[in-house]
């Protein structure tokens, strides 16, 4: 029986694939579990215009994240944070810190997720953020972390 996936399965295919199951397979656990649709061609040509409406949507992406990799290319970001007596941080910085402050500043919005940190940041000084948008775009910038004049 063909089957077209519409999730990622593993040693059966990827979501939108058409693969061949056997009729119990589709019936019991696929089709119920809404794992798959029957290769009708009225599906068939609905999951094809999916697929373009995918590729269009992913390419208007790709356009907005290499906008964005060129206006945060090059950045010097500060953030100004309390400290305690002994110039300990009060409260470290996160991903979602940096990306509230690059829009505050710099009108760059930005979803955290894209951000890599490797732990949040707890110490006064100078770091290189890195922002990987995936499919390959990546850019860094430069975050300087200050305490704030009280």
Do not use: W
Request: net charge positive.
């Amino acid at each position: 029986m063909k089957v077209i996936l519409k999730e990622n399965l593993p040693k059966l295919g990827v979501a939108g694939e058409v693969c061949e199951v056997k009729k119990g397979y589709a019936k019991n656990y696929l089709l119920p579990n809404n794992l798959a649709i029957l290769a009708t061609p009225a599906n068939l040509t609905k999951i094809e215009n999916q697929k373009k409406e995918i590729v269009a949507r992913k390419a208007e992406e790709l356009k907005k994240f290499e906008k964005q990799l060129k206006e945060i290319s090059g950045i010097i970001l500060k953030i100004k944070v309390s400290v305690g007596e002994k110039q300990e941080m009060f409260a470290a910085i996160h991903e979602k810190d940096i990306a509230e402050v690059l829009e505050k500043e710099h009108g760059i919005r930005l979803n955290p997720d894209f951000i890599n940190l490797t732990a949040p940041i707890k110490d006064l000084g100078e770091y290189v953020i890195e922002v990987d948008f995936g499919e390959g775009l990546k850019t860094n910038f430069q975050l300087l972390v200050s305490k704030s004049k009280s």
